[in-house]
Protein backbone atom coordinates (compact mmCIF):
# COMPACT_ATOMS: atom_id res chain seq x y z
CA UNK A 1 0.00 0.00 0.00
CA UNK A 2 1.40 3.37 -0.88
CA UNK A 3 -0.33 6.51 0.77
CA UNK A 4 0.76 10.23 -0.53
CA UNK A 5 -0.29 12.98 1.63
CA UNK A 6 -0.51 16.82 0.11
CA UNK A 7 -0.99 20.38 1.45
CA UNK A 8 -0.26 23.58 -0.15
CA UNK A 9 3.77 23.73 1.27
CA UNK A 10 4.00 20.67 2.16
CA UNK A 11 5.90 22.20 5.34
CA UNK A 12 3.32 21.56 7.69
CA UNK A 13 0.02 19.52 7.53
CA UNK A 14 1.00 16.69 5.52
CA UNK A 15 4.68 16.32 6.82
CA UNK A 16 2.44 15.69 9.96
CA UNK A 17 0.12 13.61 8.24
CA UNK A 18 2.74 11.92 7.20
CA UNK A 19 5.06 11.36 10.19
CA UNK A 20 1.76 10.44 12.41
CA UNK A 21 0.46 7.93 9.74
CA UNK A 22 3.83 6.16 9.57
CA UNK A 23 3.68 5.68 13.32
CA UNK A 24 0.21 4.34 13.53
CA UNK A 25 1.42 1.84 10.73
CA UNK A 26 4.20 0.57 12.39
CA UNK A 27 1.74 0.51 15.90
CA UNK A 28 -0.61 -1.70 13.38
CA UNK A 29 -0.77 -5.16 11.73
CA UNK A 30 -0.24 -3.05 8.26
CA UNK A 31 3.88 -2.50 9.82
CA UNK A 32 6.55 -2.86 7.12
CA UNK A 33 3.69 -3.10 4.44
CA UNK A 34 3.05 0.90 3.59
CA UNK A 35 4.98 3.07 1.77
CA UNK A 36 4.03 7.11 2.89
CA UNK A 37 5.44 10.14 1.58
CA UNK A 38 4.35 13.95 1.48
CA UNK A 39 4.40 16.16 -1.33
CA UNK A 40 3.01 20.12 -1.74
CA UNK A 41 0.94 21.36 -4.44
CA UNK A 42 3.30 24.41 -4.54
CA UNK A 43 6.83 24.34 -4.91
CA UNK A 44 8.03 27.26 -3.45
CA UNK A 45 9.36 25.02 -0.19
CA UNK A 46 11.22 22.28 -1.99
CA UNK A 47 14.21 21.11 -0.27
CA UNK A 48 13.13 22.56 3.14
CA UNK A 49 12.22 20.80 6.42
CA UNK A 50 9.29 21.65 7.94
CA UNK A 51 8.57 24.18 9.55
CA UNK A 52 9.69 24.55 13.35
CA UNK A 53 6.43 24.55 15.02
CA UNK A 54 5.34 21.41 13.03
CA UNK A 55 8.21 20.22 13.94
CA UNK A 56 7.94 20.96 18.03
CA UNK A 57 4.43 19.64 18.10
CA UNK A 58 5.16 16.61 16.38
CA UNK A 59 8.16 16.16 18.95
CA UNK A 60 5.98 16.62 21.81
CA UNK A 61 3.89 13.56 21.31
CA UNK A 62 7.22 11.62 20.15
CA UNK A 63 7.44 11.87 16.39
CA UNK A 64 10.46 12.93 14.54
CA UNK A 65 9.74 14.67 11.56
CA UNK A 66 13.42 16.20 11.48
CA UNK A 67 14.38 14.02 8.14
CA UNK A 68 11.38 14.95 5.96
CA UNK A 69 12.22 17.34 3.28
CA UNK A 70 9.55 19.24 0.72
CA UNK A 71 8.54 18.34 -2.66
CA UNK A 72 6.18 19.10 -5.03
CA UNK A 73 3.22 16.95 -5.76
CA UNK A 74 4.24 15.50 -9.26
CA UNK A 75 2.10 13.58 -12.36
CA UNK A 76 3.40 10.49 -12.00
CA UNK A 77 2.26 10.03 -8.39
CA UNK A 78 -0.70 9.28 -9.63
CA UNK A 79 1.00 6.28 -11.51
CA UNK A 80 2.68 5.12 -7.85
CA UNK A 81 0.13 5.97 -4.99
CA UNK A 82 -2.56 3.75 -4.10
CA UNK A 83 -3.99 6.82 -1.63
CA UNK A 84 -3.67 10.58 -2.03
CA UNK A 85 -4.87 12.48 0.69
CA UNK A 86 -4.70 16.12 0.85
CA UNK A 87 -5.49 18.64 3.82
CA UNK A 88 -8.33 21.20 2.10
CA UNK A 89 -10.49 21.57 -1.27
CA UNK A 90 -8.11 23.83 -2.91
CA UNK A 91 -5.75 21.11 -2.86
CA UNK A 92 -8.42 19.03 -3.98
CA UNK A 93 -8.76 21.46 -6.85
CA UNK A 94 -5.07 21.68 -7.66
CA UNK A 95 -4.47 17.80 -7.60
CA UNK A 96 -7.28 16.93 -9.89
CA UNK A 97 -5.49 19.65 -12.29
CA UNK A 98 -2.42 17.62 -11.62
CA UNK A 99 -3.90 14.31 -12.55
CA UNK A 100 -5.78 15.45 -15.07
CA UNK A 101 -2.37 16.61 -16.91
CA UNK A 102 -1.07 13.07 -16.46
CA UNK A 103 -4.03 11.77 -17.92
CA UNK A 104 -4.01 13.86 -21.05
CA UNK A 105 -0.35 11.23 -21.41
CA UNK A 106 -2.39 8.31 -21.83
CA UNK A 107 -1.73 7.03 -17.94
CA UNK A 108 -4.46 6.36 -15.78
CA UNK A 109 -4.38 7.05 -12.66
CA UNK A 110 -4.61 4.49 -9.82
CA UNK A 111 -4.92 6.56 -7.06
CA UNK A 112 -7.71 7.44 -4.90
CA UNK A 113 -8.13 10.89 -4.75
CA UNK A 114 -9.51 12.80 -1.48
CA UNK A 115 -9.70 14.73 1.36
CA UNK A 116 -7.15 12.80 3.99
CA UNK A 117 -10.06 13.66 7.12
CA UNK A 118 -13.45 12.94 4.42
CA UNK A 119 -11.67 9.33 3.63
CA UNK A 120 -10.76 8.50 7.15
CA UNK A 121 -14.88 9.55 8.14
CA UNK A 122 -13.93 12.28 10.49
CA UNK A 123 -16.25 14.78 11.02
CA UNK A 124 -14.58 17.54 9.95
CA UNK A 125 -13.52 17.68 5.89
CA UNK A 126 -10.60 20.11 6.08
CA UNK A 127 -7.51 20.54 8.15
CA UNK A 128 -7.24 24.24 8.71
CA UNK A 129 -3.78 25.57 7.36
CA UNK A 130 -1.90 26.63 11.05
CA UNK A 131 1.19 28.49 9.08
CA UNK A 132 -0.01 32.56 10.20
CA UNK A 133 -1.64 30.93 13.06
CA UNK A 134 -0.72 30.47 16.82
CA UNK A 135 1.11 27.43 17.82
CA UNK A 136 -2.76 25.43 18.74
CA UNK A 137 -3.27 25.24 15.48
CA UNK A 138 -0.33 22.95 15.07
CA UNK A 139 -1.50 20.92 18.37
CA UNK A 140 -5.22 20.97 16.20
CA UNK A 141 -3.36 19.52 13.48
CA UNK A 142 -1.46 17.00 15.09
CA UNK A 143 -5.30 16.11 17.06
CA UNK A 144 -7.09 15.52 13.05
CA UNK A 145 -4.64 13.57 11.75
CA UNK A 146 -3.90 11.12 14.91
CA UNK A 147 -7.62 10.76 15.05
CA UNK A 148 -7.86 9.78 11.06
CA UNK A 149 -4.80 7.80 10.50
CA UNK A 150 -6.53 5.36 13.28
CA UNK A 151 -9.82 5.95 11.52
CA UNK A 152 -8.01 5.17 7.88
CA UNK A 153 -6.48 1.67 8.72
CA UNK A 154 -9.42 0.80 10.83
CA UNK A 155 -11.17 0.94 7.98
CA UNK A 156 -8.35 -1.10 5.42
CA UNK A 157 -9.01 -5.10 5.50
CA UNK A 158 -6.27 -6.76 7.26
CA UNK A 159 -2.87 -7.37 4.86
CA UNK A 160 -2.97 -10.58 3.06
CA UNK A 161 0.34 -12.88 2.88
P1 LIG B 1 1.17 23.77 4.64
O1 LIG B 1 1.24 25.26 5.22
O2 LIG B 1 0.43 23.83 3.33
O3 LIG B 1 0.40 23.04 5.70
O4 LIG B 1 2.61 23.27 4.49
C1 LIG B 1 1.76 26.33 4.49
C2 LIG B 1 3.12 26.50 4.42
C3 LIG B 1 3.65 27.59 3.75
C4 LIG B 1 2.79 28.50 3.16
C5 LIG B 1 1.43 28.32 3.21
C6 LIG B 1 0.91 27.22 3.88
N1 LIG B 1 3.33 29.62 2.51
O5 LIG B 1 2.55 30.46 2.04
O6 LIG B 1 4.57 29.74 2.41
Redesign the pocket.
Known amino acids: MRVLFV ?10 AEGVFRAAVERSEWAGRVEVDSA ?3 G ?2 TGDP ?2 PR ?1 QQAAKNRGIDLSEQR ?1 RQVRPDDFGHFDYILC ?1 DFQ ?1 LADLEEVRDRYEATGASSKAKLDLFLRQAKIETEE ?1 P ?4 GGPRGFDH ?1 LDLCERASLELLASWAPPTS
Not at 7 to 16: A, K
Not at 129 to 132: G, L, N, R
Request: aromatic share 12%; net charge negative; proline share 11%.
Open positions: CLGNICRSPTGCAYHPDSAANIDPYYV
